[in-house]
Nanobody
Framework: QVQLEESGGGLVQAGGSLTLSCAAS????????MGWFRQAPGKELEYVAA????????YYAASVKDRFTISRDNANNMMYLQMNNLGLEDTAVYYC???????????????????WGQGTQVTVSS
């Protein structure tokens, strides 16, 4: 089963940009669908974006569409989340997750993702 570790979080001003990285190990990354989720203080876990095994199919929550870009580099077992025009509402702990079925994103529900990283904090200041 794939193991995941996020990095790249930090403090950024509103309107700024940040790129999160997710490093995978343990095998199987290149044939696994991946996703990003986030959890703000006092709120439930929220789906952000997902990507199929080969990167051709990407999906976004309405709240981040046209601002965030999910991508992956299977040769280096990496996934990324480029975040632009960040707002205060984007402050959260961001998690990368592996899931789907046969490399395909089957849903955006957290229950359909079986492996999770420890999270990285993103704080947007005014």
């Amino acid at each position: 089963q794939v193991q995941l570790e996020e990095s790249g979080g930090g403090l950024v001003q509103a309107g700024g940009s940040l790129t999160l990285s997710c490093a995978a190990s343990g095998g199987g990354f290149s044939v696994t669908a991946m996703g990003w989720f986030r959890q703000a203080p006092g709120k439930e876990l929220e789906y952000v974006a997902a990507i199929g095994w080969n990167g051709e199919n990407t999906y976004y929550a309405a709240s981040v569409k046209d601002r965030f870009t999910i991508s992956r580099d299977n040769a280096n077992n990496m996934m990324y989340l480029q975040m632009n025009n960040l707002g205060l509402e984007d402050t959260a702990v961001y998690y990368c997750a592996a899931g789907g079925r046969n490399g395909v994103v089957i849903s955006t529900k957290s229950r359909d993702f079986h492996s999770w990283g420890q999270g990285t904090q993103v704080t947007v200041s005014s």
